[in-house]
C-alpha cells in the first residue's frame, strides 16, 4: 500500500522489525517496541482499555491483508533467517479466508477491530474459535441450498498464533471455564486460546483478538460438539452451551493474559454472561467464600448496578428470532444454582416466565446502550420502553481500506482533494468540488469499468466452471444460463447491472423485484436495454423459509430469461463472502436492498457500495434513512410511514410485497433510463461523485471507533484525542 522505491529499502532490517515475541508467543507484523505498547496499555493497572466481546469477528485476508501487502510491495519473498522465511511463505500463501463467521454482525465487528487498530485505541478482542466455521455453501438448482460443515485450520492461518503457557513453548496456554449440573456438580470445559491480531495498515499497531477453542481433548464431548459451528441451532441446549462458553470465558481468559481493561462492550448479547462472573466477584470481596448463603437480594441488585457502570451496550436488531430466550429449567442444567438466583433477578422474560430473556438482561446491566442507526433507535426505544432512556444511535460504519476497490483506491490516490485519504476518511467530503472536474469525471467512470469488467469476468468464469461441473458430477448448477449455449450465457460488461446480497432471511424479502416480472421488464423490452441481476447470499441451514427464497430466486431466472428474449439475465453467485462482496459492491451500477422497514436495523453491504461511488436503490430502512440525501446518492422506494410495534411484523401477509414492488417498478424505469439514455448517463456520476463526497466521510468504521470511544470513557493522550475528536465530528448518529 506505501509505495517505495525497493531501491534505498534494507529490507532485512524491515523484515527484522516485523518479528515480535512475548511470554506467550513469536508473531509477525509488528515490531518488538508496537507488541509491547500494546501489550503493555492492555495490562496497566488503572484498566484504561476496552474489551470487546462479539460471538463472530470477520476479517477474511483475502479482503484485507497489510501484512501481505507490505511483502507484496516490497517485492520480499523469503529471508536467510529461518524463522522468519517461514512466516513471509505463510504470509504470501498461507490460507486467507477464515470462515468463522455468519454475516453483517461478524463483518462488522472485524471492520470495527480494523478501525480501532488504525487509530491505535487500546482495545482487545474475545471471540469463539469454530473447528468448522459456519457452514458452506452450494446451490443445486433442483435443491436449492445445500450446506455443509467448513473445514478450517486455524494451524494454516496466517496470523492466528496458538498461544503458549508463559515462557514455556511446549505447553498450550488453556483456560477452564466452569459448567454446572442441576446438582450444582461442577465439570470442567477447558479451552486453549489463540490470538489473532488484527494489524493496521501501517503495521505500526494491533488490535489482539483473543479466540477461545473448546475443541480439546479435556473438554466433554458435549462441549467439543457445541464448539464445532458457529450459530448451531440443532438444539436449544447447544445454543446455551454456546453462548456460555463465550460470556464465561471472557474473564479467564482476560485472566490469563494479564487483561485489566474497565470497559467492557457486547457487539450484541450473545456473551451477556460475562457479567455474571463480574457480579460474582463483587459479592464475594464483599462476603468472601460463603457469599451464596450471605448475599441477599438487594447485594445482587447492588452488585449488578456496579457491573453495569463498566458495560457498552450494542443492540443490532429488532428482528424476535435475534434476541435470546431460553427455557429456564433447561438453563438451570448447566449453571449453578446461584447464577440462576441471579437470573431470576435480572433476566425476567415478560412474555413468558418460564424463560430467561438474555436480551433484556443485556439491556439492564450496562452503562449505555445503543442502536446501530437512528431509526433503529426508534424502534429501540418502542421495544425496551423502560430502557428508553439510556438508547442512543451510532449509526454503523464499514472500514474503508478494505471494501475500496483497487481502481477506486488508484483514483482516490490521484487527487490531491483525497491526499491522506487512507488514514482520514473524513477528506472525502472534499469530493463535491470534484462535480464539475471532466478529468475527474473521465476517471471515475474508467474505474467503474474496471470493477465492473471484474465481476462479469468472475461470474462468466464461474457459469463456465459449473458448466463442466454439471457434465461432470450430478450437481445441477444455480443458474439456468449454464444451461443456454455458451455463446448466449456469457453476461455482458457495460449493461446495467443491479446487484442484491446478503443473508437470506424473510423479511430481506430477496424475491421482492420479482413479484410482477411483467411490470419490471417493461423498459427492458420495449428499448432493448440489457440488464445483469446478481445475487448472492447464504440462509441459516435451518432456516426453511430463508432457504425457500433462495431456492425462488433460482426458478425466476428462466422466466427472466424467456420473458425478456434473453435480455434479463440473473445470476446466483453461491459461497458468499467477503471476497465476493468486495467486487460486488464495487462492480454493479446499483446496489439493492428491498428489506421490510423497519426490520433492517442497518445493513451496511451498502456502504460498502457508496465507498466505492456505487448509488443504492433502496427501502428507506436503517442507515439509508441517513444515506439518502434527495436522490443525490440514490433512490429511494417502499414504505416511508412512521414506524411502530404493529410494522414488525414479519408474516408474509404483512410483508408488504404488493406495495413496495409496485413501488420499485417505478423507480427501476428511471434507474434504466438514466443508465442507457446518453444525454443522461451524466447523472449516474453525479450520484457515483455526491456518495464518496456525502456518504463516505460518514458511514466507515473510523467515525464509528470515533463515537464509541465518547461512550468508553477512556483516558487517550492529548493528540489522540484531537484525532477522533475531529473524525467524530464529521457526524453525530444521535442527532435528535
Ligand atoms: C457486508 C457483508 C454482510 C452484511 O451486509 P448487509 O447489507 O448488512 O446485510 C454480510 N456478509 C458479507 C460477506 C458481507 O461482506
Known amino acids: 500500500m506505501v509505495k517505495q522505491s525497493s531501491a534505498y529499502i534494507d529490507k532485512d532490517?524491515?523484515?527484522?522489525?516485523?518479528?515480535?515475541?512475548?511470554?506467550?508467543?513469536?508473531?509477525?507484523?509488528?515490531?518488538?517496541?508496537?507488541?509491547?505498547?500494546?501489550?503493555?496499555?492492555?495490562?496497566?493497572?488503572?484498566?484504561?482499555?476496552?474489551?470487546?466481546?462479539?460471538?463472530?469477528?470477520?476479517?477474511?485476508?483475502?479482503?484485507?491483508?497489510?501484512?501481505?501487502?507490505?511483502?507484496?510491495?516490497?517485492?520480499?519473498?523469503?529471508?536467510?533467517?529461518?524463522?522468519?522465511?517461514?512466516?513471509?511463505?505463510?504470509?504470501?500463501?498461507?490460507?486467507?479466508?477464515?470462515?468463522?463467521?455468519?454475516?453483517?454482525?461478524?463483518?462488522?465487528?472485524?471492520?470495527?477491530?480494523?478501525?480501532?487498530?488504525?487509530?491505535?485505541?487500546?482495545?482487545?478482542?474475545?471471540?469463539?474459535?469454530?473447528?468448522?466455521?459456519?457452514?458452506?455453501?452450494?446451490?443445486?438448482?433442483r435443491i436449492g441450498q445445500i450446506s455443509w460443515s467448513s473445514e478450517w485450520e486455524p494451524e494454516k492461518t496466517p496470523s492466528i498464533y496458538a498461544l503458549h503457557q508463559a515462557d514455556d513453548p511446549q505447553s498450550e496456554l488453556r483456560i477452564e471455564v466452569p459448567f454446572y449440573d442441576e446438582h450444582d456438580r461442577a465439570t470442567s470445559a477447558c479451552a486453549r486460546l489463540w490470538m489473532k491480531m488484527e494489524v493496521n495498515n501501517q503495521l505500526n499497531y494491533f488490535v489482539p483478538h483473543i479466540l477461545l477453542d473448546f475443541h480439546t481433548e479435556e473438554s466433554p464431548q458435549w462441549i467439543r460438539d457445541a464448539a464445532k459451528n458457529l450459530y448451531d441451532s440443532s438444539s436449544e441446549k447447544t445454543k446455551i452451551i454456546q453462548r456460555r462458553m463465550l460470556g464465561a470465558g471472557v474473564i479467564p481468559a482476560m485472566k490469563a493474559l494479564g487483561i485489566t481493561s474497565r470497559t467492557i462492550h457486547l457487539n450484541e448479547q450473545h456473551g451477556v454472561a460475562v457479567i455474571l462472573d463480574q457480579i460474582l466477584d463483587r459479592l464475594q470481596q464483599k462476603y468472601g467464600e460463603d457469599y451464596t448463603q450471605r448475599a441477599t437480594d438487594q447485594d445482587i441488585f447492588a452488585a449488578a448496578e456496579e457491573v453495569a457502570q463498566n458495560i457498552v451496550f450494542t443492540i443490532h436488531t429488532p428482528v424476535k428470532a435475534g434476541h435470546d430466550r431460553f427455557d429456564k429449567n433447561l438453563y438451570r442444567k448447566f449453571i449453578h444454582s446461584f447464577y440462576h438466583r441471579i437470573l431470576d433477578l435480572l433476566a425476567e422474560d415478560r412474555d413468558n416466565h418460564n424463560n430467561f430473556n438474555f436480551t433484556s438482561l443485556a439491556m439492564r446491566i450496562n452503562r449505555t446502550t445503543n442502536a446501530v442507526s437512528r431509526l433503529h433507535k426508534e424502534v429501540t426505544k418502542k421495544q425496551f420502553p423502560e430502557f428508553a432512556e439510556k438508547i442512543s444511535a451510532i449509526t454503523n460504519g464499514v472500514h474503508h481500506l478494505t471494501w475500496i476497490s483497487d481502481a477506486k483506491a488508484e483514483l482516490f490516490d490521484s487527487c490531491s482533494e483525497f491526499e491522506n485519504w487512507?488514514?482520514?476518511?473524513?477528506?472525502?467530503?472534499?469530493?463535491?468540488?470534484?462535480?464539475?472536474?471532466?478529468?475527474?469525471?473521465?476517471?471515475?467512470?474508467?474505474?467503474?469499468?474496471?470493477?465492473?469488467?471484474?465481476?462479469?469476468?468472475?461470474?462468466?468464469?464461474?457459469?463456465?466452471?459449473?458448466?463442466?461441473?454439471?457434465?461432470?458430477?450430478?450437481?445441477?448448477?444455480?443458474?439456468?444460463?449454464?444451461?443456454?449455449?455458451?455463446?448466449?450465457?456469457?453476461?455482458?460488461?457495460?449493461?446495467?447491472?443491479?446487484?442484491?446480497?446478503?443473508?437470506?432471511?424473510?423479511?430481506?424479502?430477496?424475491?421482492?423485484?420479482?413479484?410482477?416480472?411483467?411490470e419490471l421488464l417493461k423498459l427492458v423490452i420495449a428499448n432493448n436495454w440489457p440488464v445483469n441481476f446478481i445475487f448472492a447470499g447464504k440462509a441459516h441451514p435451518a432456516d426453511e423459509p430463508g432457504k425457500a427464497l433462495i431456492k425462488m430466486v433460482i426458478d425466476v431466472q428462466e422466466e427472466l430469461y424467456r420473458k425478456s428474449n434473453g435480455l434479463a439475465k440473473l445470476v446466483f453467485i453461491p459461497g458468499y463472502d467477503m471476497a465476493i462482496a468486495k467486487m460486488m459492491v464495487a462492480g454493479v451500477h446499483c446496489w439493492l436492498n428491498s428489506p421490510k422497514?423497519?426490520?433492517?436495523?442497518?445493513?451496511?453491504?451498502?456502504?460498502?457500495s457508496a465507498l466505492n461511488g456505487v448509488p443504492n436503490v433502496s427501502i428507506m430502512d436503517g442507515w439509508w434513512g441517513e444515506g439518502y440525501h434527495e436522490g443525490a446518492t440514490g433512490w429511494k422506494f417502499g414504505y416511508e410511514d412512521p414506524v411502530n410495534l404493529d410494522t414488525l411484523s414479519e408474516n408474509r401477509a404483512e410483508l408488504l410485497y404488493a406495495e413496495d414492488?409496485?413501488?420499485?417498478?417505478?423507480?427501476?424505469?428511471?434507474?434504466?433510463?438514466?443508465?442507457?439514455?446518453?444525454?443522461?448517463?451524466?447523472?449516474?456520476?453525479?450520484?457515483?461523485?455526491?456518495?464518496?463526497?456525502?456518504?463516505?466521510?460518514?458511514?466507515?468504521?473510523?467515525?464509528?471507533?470515533?463515537?464509541?470511544?465518547?461512550?468508553?470513557?477512556?483516558?487517550?493522550?492529548?493528540?489522540?484525542?484531537?484525532?477522533?475528536?475531529?473524525?467524530?465530528?464529521?457526524?453525530?448518529?444521535?442527532?435528535?
Open 597 to 608: 422497514r423497519p426490520l433492517e436495523a442497518s445493513g451496511t453491504s451498502g456502504m460498502k
Open 661 to 736: 414492488s409496485a413501488s420499485f417498478y417505478g423507480i427501476f424505469a428511471e434507474i434504466i433510463d438514466n443508465f442507457y439514455n446518453p444525454e443522461k448517463f451524466c447523472t449516474f456520476i453525479d450520484k457515483a461523485i455526491m456518495n464518496i463526497a456525502l456518504n463516505s466521510p460518514r458511514f466507515n468504521t473510523h467515525r464509528m471507533a470515533a463515537e464509541y470511544l465518547s461512550r468508553y470513557n477512556l483516558d487517550l493522550a492529548g493528540p489522540l484525542a484531537n484525532k477522533m475528536a475531529k473524525l467524530k465530528d464529521n457526524y453525530d448518529s444521535d442527532h435528535k
Open 422 to 518: 487512507r488514514q482520514d476518511p473524513s477528506v472525502f467530503k472534499h469530493g463535491a468540488s470534484l462535480l464539475d472536474n471532466k478529468r475527474f469525471r473521465a476517471f471515475l467512470e474508467s474505474a467503474w469499468k474496471k470493477d465492473n469488467f471484474k465481476l462479469i469476468t468472475y461470474v462468466n468464469e464461474m457459469l463456465a466452471t459449473h458448466r463442466t461441473m454439471m457434465q461432470e458430477t450430478w450437481i445441477d448448477p444455480p443458474n439456468y444460463l449454464s444451461n443456454l449455449d455458451i455463446r448466449d450465457a456469457r453476461l455482458q460488461p457495460d449493461t446495467l447491472t443491479i446487484g442484491f446480497a446478503r443473508r437470506f432471511s424473510t423479511y430481506k424479502r430477496a424475491d421482492l423485484i420479482f413479484e410482477d416480472i411483467e
Open 13 to 141: 532490517q524491515i523484515l527484522h522489525d516485523m518479528i515480535s515475541s512475548n511470554r506467550w508467543g513469536t508473531y509477525f507484523g509488528v515490531s518488538q517496541k508496537v507488541l509491547d505498547q500494546v501489550w503493555d496499555s492492555l495490562t496497566a493497572p488503572e484498566g484504561n482499555s476496552v474489551t470487546y466481546i462479539s460471538m463472530e469477528i470477520a476479517a477474511d485476508r483475502d479482503a484485507f491483508h497489510p501484512i501481505k501487502s507490505r511483502l507484496l510491495d516490497l517485492d520480499i519473498s523469503g529471508s536467510t533467517n529461518p524463522l522468519i522465511d517461514q512466516f513471509v511463505k505463510d504470509f504470501l500463501h498461507g490460507l486467507e479466508k477464515i470462515p468463522n463467521y455468519g454475516g453483517g454482525l461478524g463483518v462488522l465487528a472485524g471492520d470495527t477491530l480494523k478501525s480501532f487498530a488504525d487509530c491505535r485505541i487500546p482495545v482487545v478482542a474475545v471471540s469463539l474459535l469454530y473447528r468448522h466455521g459456519y457452514f458452506s455453501q452450494m446451490v443445486d438448482s
